[in-house]
């Protein structure tokens, strides 16, 4: 079971994106979709889905925050020909960031932004390189560029103490470094990492590069947690700007925004109209969620 899952912030286009992307991939299809009215940006779909087995979530909540490159999920293919099948209708109506052709870290490889913004990284790979088909790869640009190792570590170390999390499955690796004449990237740091937390991979790279660009809320990785104690523990090692905390959702040391949820979230949302709107506005007015006060909105 993955423990994290990627949630993606558009205007009004969640379900036909993820109609849209569940189209393009083998093992992927709509799971749920939930209407939550009363939230600040008025109704709100709420869209949970899989791609090739990795679960996400997407809300239409208004046009607050877009997409950018700082984070893009990387889809490994087996061959050129799966490449090209998958950048064929993604890219009509996107941005081509980096066209696609052969490169020395692979024979077939483009980055684009699709139709809606989002962005993905088309790479051909040997078949056995990863059980994860796709993969949240973080950018670290601006004021966080050079911190893309020491983010890794900080990660990582979210094992230690953390309820039910058996520290085995823990692991990173520093792909490529940065070389001396790079500039302006600064030799020694990150090309690419990948680093797995909680069973589930990630990339990381470091970019010099003038972007005018950031983490942004339009993409926030999910912690669910089974009790108080977890949600607790995870709020105080990650949250470090009080200003971005509501309902839930926090920005690390870093900028990257998480959302530390209680696992049967799916649940309490479930059911009547009337319950969904308990929920919805108990969890409006809170900061870290509150598992029993969230329990007692669904039950009155």
């Known amino acids: 079971m993955h423990r994290i899952s990627p949630h993606l912030w558009f205007d009004r286009q969640a379900r036909e994106a993820a109609e849209f992307y569940v189209s393009l991939l083998p093992g992927s299809g709509i799971k ?8 600040p940006s008025g109704d709100c779909d709420l869209v949970s889905f899989e791609l090739s087995g990795l679960p996400f979530m997407a809300i239409s909540a208004g046009p607050l925050f877009k997409f950018n490159p700082s984070v893009s999920f990387q889809i490994k293919c087996s061959s050129a020909e799966e490449v090209d099948a998958l950048w064929e209708p993604m890219s009509p109506g996107g941005k081509v960031l980096v066209p696609l052709g052969s490169y020395p870290f692979s024979a077939r490889y483009g980055w684009l932004e699709d139709r809606y913004g989002l962005s993905w990284q088309l790479i051909q790979v040997d078949a056995s ?38 520290p085995d499955d823990r692991k990173a690796d520093v792909l490529v470094r940065y070389g001396r004449g790079e500039e302006p990237h600064r030799e020694g740091t990150v090309r690419y990492a990948q680093f797995s937390l909680f069973g589930h991979e990630f990339g990381a790279m470091d970019s010099a590069d003038e972007h005018q660009f950031t983490f942004n809320e339009a993409i926030s990785f999910m912690i669910p947690c089974d009790a108080q104690e977890e ?36 649940e309490l949302l479930s059911g009547n109209a009337k319950k969904r709107e308990r929920v919805t506005q108990a969890i409006l007015k809170m900061k870290k969620c509150d598992l029993a006060a969230l329990r007692k909105a669904a039950a009155d």
């Open 32 to 39: 749920n979709v939930t209407r939550l009215s009363g939230t």
């Open 129 to 166: 390189a990863s059980s994860q088909k796709i993969t949240p790869v973080l950018m670290f640009v601006g004021k966080v560029c050079g911190k893309a190792e020491e983010a890794v570590n900080f990660y990582l170390s979210l094992r230690a103490g953390a309820p039910d999390h058996a």
């Open 231 to 266: 949600i607790d523990y995870f709020w105080g090692k990650l949250s470090a700007d009080p200003k971005a905390e509501q309902c839930g959702w926090l920005k690390d040391k870093y900028g990257l925004s998480w959302q530390i949820t209680p696992a049967i979230m799916p």
